[in-house]
């Protein structure tokens, strides 16, 4: 594969929460690894301020210990580390103070791209969008980066972008969610995008299904108060898989830029459906071989948070109208799998008889592991013994077909945190989509707690609740499996 890296413009990023664990599993090794791509100009720096008791050594000891942990096949190159921690600064700086703000300024070069990532607490946004406005540390090619969870509901989530609207332009803000840097989630644009053979049968003629899963083997060891008070609707499903059903749901945009795009998919998120309580099942895991069960984990024994959600989508176009989109994502299943399936009709007329049996065509888009396209179809089992019909898989597998390279995709944060330096806003969202992904969410959580819902329970290691079962049953369909 021929990798093309084209360097971005000088910047000065900074990161608030620099020693955190994000900062720390993610962004610095997604820096570090474009920095040995060559995508760094010679006048960039990546800052961590925090408030620990630092200093910039210490802080170098710190981002040479993760990367020799999340980034080890490159890190273990000593030149190309310590080359890195030469463009690593530090500032002890106080969010709620004005201590160490006038050391950050004297670090900072008002020629460069200039991009503050909030990797804290949405508490923190307001006092730290402050403190940046009052240092007049805002220049004309200033961003910031937040990540999820932005808001916790939709009044929560229109304070927060109030807050920042109050000190940056939308054109300045980049709200993260890191599904929309994975790299088939891009993919999935180029082959809508990209090719005749798809588009013209996207839409509800065609297809009869489309099926959304994002399996998860983990818990939430380590997040536990967190993740109690989101559950796997607010942590998963108001933001990634609404983010896959909108690629997948989408209208071509006329460009690919950020407002082309995002326009589009907003609409998507407006043409949602109010979601029935009987389209939607809830689980929670219980105790098996990989840990103890969901309640133990956060230590409420009446806990009645998600871990796993299921359930049956309806945009309501004129594209889609009468197909329906099931979504599901959940902790500690069977396998890792996040995968799109879009099942097409039977043929409207078989002229082999009854005995061929029904045949579908069906598109699998895999996003993690083993990222890669199949389109399912149909064709005569070879040999004697009349015409008898027999589905196979047209499977591109990206590291078959493109090279080794392709076996191990950059990293979504490699992806986006050069978007930010670049200034292309077209893989993160807008405000405006994130609180209609919150009107679409909200009445469902407030539904569960109007009716006092207890989740049901699952085995640990499973595929998930029964139930999630009979929401397609009852439909005549099933889930396409989670492959180990
Ligand atoms: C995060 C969620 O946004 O995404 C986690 O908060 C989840 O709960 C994670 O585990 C999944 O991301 P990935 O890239 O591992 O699929």
């Not at 929560?156 to 969610?177: G, P, V």
Request: charge should be neutral; include cysteine; hydrophobic fraction near 40%.
């Amino acid at each position: 594969m021929v990798s093309r890296v084209i360097p971005v413009d000088p910047f000065d990023l900074i990161i608030f929460g620099g020693t955190g664990d994000l900062a720390q599993r993610k962004i610095m090794p997604a820096l570090f690894r474009r920095f040995c791509a060559g995508q760094w100009p010679a006048d960039a720096q990546v800052i961590g301020a925090a408030r620990g008791d630092l200093d910039r050594a210490g802080f170098q000891a710190v981002v040479a210990e993760s990367l020799r942990s999340y980034a080890s096949d490159l890190a273990r190159n000593g030149d190309a580390l310590n080359a890195f921690l030469q463009r690593v600064g530090f500032v002890r700086l106080d969010a709620l103070s004005d201590a160490g703000w006038d050391q950050l300024a004297g670090l900072l070069d008002n020629a460069r791209v200039r991009a503050f990532y909030f990797s804290v607490g949405p508490g923190l946004f307001a006092p730290l969008a402050t403190k940046i406005q009052a240092h007049n540390l805002a220049t004309d090619k200033t961003r910031i980066v937040v990540e999820k969870p932005f808001g916790h509901d939709l009044e929560s989530s229109r304070a927060l972008n109030a807050t920042l609207a109050a000190h940056f332009r939308e054109s300045q803000i980049y709200r993260i969610d890191h599904y929309l840097g994975k790299e088939t989630v891009q993919n999935l644009m180029a082959v809508r995008f990209g090719n005749m053979l798809f588009e013209p049968l996207w839409n509800s003629q065609y297809v009869d299904h489309i099926q959304i899963t994002v399996a998860e083997t983990v818990g939430i060891d380590g997040r536990e108060d967190y993740y109690d008070r989101a559950g796997a609707m607010r942590d998963m499903m108001q933001n990634h898989l609404m983010q896959l059903l909108c690629l997948i749901a989408m209208e071509p945009p006329a460009k690919f830029d950020p407002d082309a795009v995002r326009d589009e998919k907003l609409k998507v998120i407006r043409a949602l459906d109010p979601v029935e309580p009987h389209h939607i099942v809830r689980g929670q895991f219980g105790a098996g071989a990989d840990g103890p069960g969901y309640r133990d984990v956060v230590g409420n024994p009446r806990s009645a948070t998600e871990s796993y959600v299921a359930l049956r989508a309806h945009v309501s176009n004129w594209r889609w109208a009468g197909t329906p989109f099931y979504l599901r994502t959940g902790k500690r299943l069977v396998a890792r799998s996040s995968v799109i399936n879009v099942l097409f009709k039977d043929a409207p007329h078989s002229i082999f008889g009854a005995a061929a049996g029904r045949h579908a065509n069906a598109l699998s888009i895999r996003l993690q592991p083993n990222e890669g396209i199949t389109l399912k179809v149909t064709i005569k089992e070879p040999g004697p013994g009349g015409m008898r019909l027999v589905d196979v898989p047209l499977d591109m597998s990206f590291a078959e077909a493109l090279g080794p390279d392709s076996d191990t995709p950059p990293d979504a944060y490699e992806r986006l945190v050069m978007d930010v330096i670049r200034g292309n806003q077209t893989l993160f969202m807008r405000g405006d989509e994130v609180e209609a992904a919150w009107a679409w969410v909200d009445p469902i959580i407030a539904g569960w707690q109007a009716r006092g819902d207890v989740p049901k329970p699952y085995d640990s290691g499973s595929t998930g609740p029964g139930d999630a079962e009979l929401l397609m049953k009852r439909d005549g369909r099933h889930w396409q499996g989670i492959k180990p």
